[in-house]
């Protein structure tokens, strides 16, 4: 055999290979499909895949279910044979859907017995299976389990796990009942679905995380994300649909987003991983003071190109000014936050931090100073005009995004995403605090672009570098 028949050989087997062994063709050929990656990469317990029809989120979800039976998953160390449950809405789309997306991805010499509900084992694919035993590389079994939201709440106790799929969104009962089933094991909560139903539990615990889980993570996936649909069937797919069903079928978008102040703002776009910004684009801090309510402080940079960065955050509620001036002035040192020549941290602050109270007969902004921290009062307090500025922060009208939000800025990005327009032309006074010292910065910053001083080689190669990280998102 020569060489050239000795290669064509060995791509034959490999291809034979891939033909038996789905997992082996799973994300590795010349398309990729970098949400799906994303997905199996995460480390956190709670994770959710919003996507619509044909986005490849169902597939992702087999995939890792496999990955854990098996023992094998790329990105995680799994050190012996594990117990899942893959939960369906009903009997029916667990056999057209999850079931077969598991069995494509599953070979058969790695199941060693299938326990069905329905149907005949000898042709178990057209059957609804109760459970499958895998063959694990631990020389041990795992266990598949299927269950469908029909069933009831009392279907899904009792047992502890190590992985619940959620393919589509549950009932919040059944979903509350998984999470107790993995705890013992520490295990994990994954979920792929169309966000169909509205503002339900997922679009407050998941989404907005209301109770700042540090476990929870989420990924939008589009048509636009699968390089597996050819443009014209997404032309196909989108002449049958209308806007709203396009939100959620096309982009994987909770339908009812309407009343959103801030409907530009796109985590995939405006949130970014923290970087050391330059010393040269520190500006100022914003405040919305508080004592029952939360105290609300951010810092913010900006570029010589006129975005906006904001870097930093302390939110929290109960405390008096002293404990928030500390807080402040430590996390300005992390930072190494510029000082004026008094050496005292410069802020903005709502006009009503002039004002005294009964308790006291000084000023939020004297005791701010006591402290080290001047704050400018002197700020446009206009919501309408401030929320346009914001907007065309978030998307200008050519497209383009000047304002990028630290990661670690949780209460900002919360806040962003739940406000939201009451009667008139007036947001909900509801959970703003972040809003309000947002728009007192945005509206007291110069459209125009800041002066750029002369560079050094390190300085033009760290900006080259921090441009190409946002260019990157």
Same mark, same amino acid.
């Given at each position: 055999?020569?060489? @050239? ?195 339900? =539990? ?21 048509? $636009? ?62 405040? $919305? ?15 010589? $190109? ?57 000023? @939020?902004?004297?005791? =701010? ?5 001047? @704050? ?53 006074? @509801? ?43």
């Amino acid at each position: 055999m020569n060489y @050239v028949e000795e290669i064509k050989k060995i791509e034959q087997i490999q291809a034979e290979r891939k033909q038996k062994n789905k997992l082996l063709s799973y994300n590795t050929g010349d398309k990729i499909h970098y949400k799906q990656l994303a997905f199996h990469k995460c480390t956190k317990k709670n994770r959710w895949v919003f996507g619509g029809n044909r986005t490849g989120k169902t597939e992702c979800g087999a995939v890792e279910v496999v990955y854990m039976a098996r023992g094998i998953h790329p990105y995680r160390t799994i050190k012996s044979a594990t117990i899942g449950w893959v939960v369906s809405l009903s009997t029916q789309v667990q056999r057209d859907v999850a079931q077969a997306k598991i069995l494509n991805y599953l070979n058969p010499d790695w199941i060693e017995d299938v326990v069905m509900t329905q149907g005949r084992k000898d042709n178990y694919k057209n059957g609804v299976i109760d459970y499958i035993l895998v063959k694990n590389v631990f020389g041990t079994l795992s266990k598949i389990g299927f269950k469908s939201c029909d069933q009831g709440r009392e279907k899904f106790q009792g047992t502890s796990l190590d992985f619940v799929w959620f393919d589509e969104e549950p009932p919040y009962d059944i979903y509350q009942e998984c999470r107790m089933r993995v705890l013992d094991k520490n295990g994990d909560i994954f979920a792929t679905m169309t966000p169909l139903k509205g503002m339900t =539990f997922v679009y407050d615990e998941i989404y907005m995380n209301k109770f700042n889980n540090p476990e929870i993570w989420y990924e939008f996936i589009s048509w $636009d994300d699968n390089p597996f649909i050819s443009e014209q069937a997404k032309l196909t797919m989108k002449a049958s649909m209308s806007q709203d069903e396009l939100k959620s079928r096309e982009r994987g978008e909770f339908l009812d987003v309407g009343g959103r102040v801030y409907p530009e703002f796109d985590e995939n776009i405006n949130v970014i991983e923290p970087f050391d910004i330059p010393y040269e684009w520190q500006d100022k801090l914003s405040i $919305d003071p508080g004592l029952k309510n939360p105290l609300s402080c951010h810092w913010y940079a900006v570029d010589y $190109d006129g975005n906006i960065y904001v870097v930093a955050e302390h939110y929290e509620s109960e405390k008096d000014i002293g404990y928030h001036s500390d807080m402040i002035h430590k996390i300005s040192r992390e930072l190494h936050w510029h000082t004026n020549s008094n050496g005292m941290i410069e802020a903005l602050i709502d006009s009503a931090a002039n004002q005294t109270t009964l308790a006291s007969v000084r000023s @939020v902004a004297d005791l =701010f100073y006591d402290h080290k921290i001047l @704050v400018n009062t002197n700020v446009n307090k206009d919501v309408f005009s401030g929320i346009q500025r914001v907007k065309s922060y978030l998307k200008n009208s050519l497209g383009e995004t000047k304002l990028y939000i630290f990661n670690t800025c949780k209460n900002l990005i919360r806040e962003i995403k739940a406000y939201r327009w009451g009667n008139g032309d007036s947001p909900v006074k @509801v959970d703003d605090h972040s809003m309000d010292e947002l728009r007192y910065y945005i509206m007291s910053h110069p459209e125009n672009k800041r002066p750029k001083p002369e560079l050094n080689i390190i300085q033009k190669e760290k900006e080259r570098l921090i441009k190409s990280l946002r260019l990157r998102r």
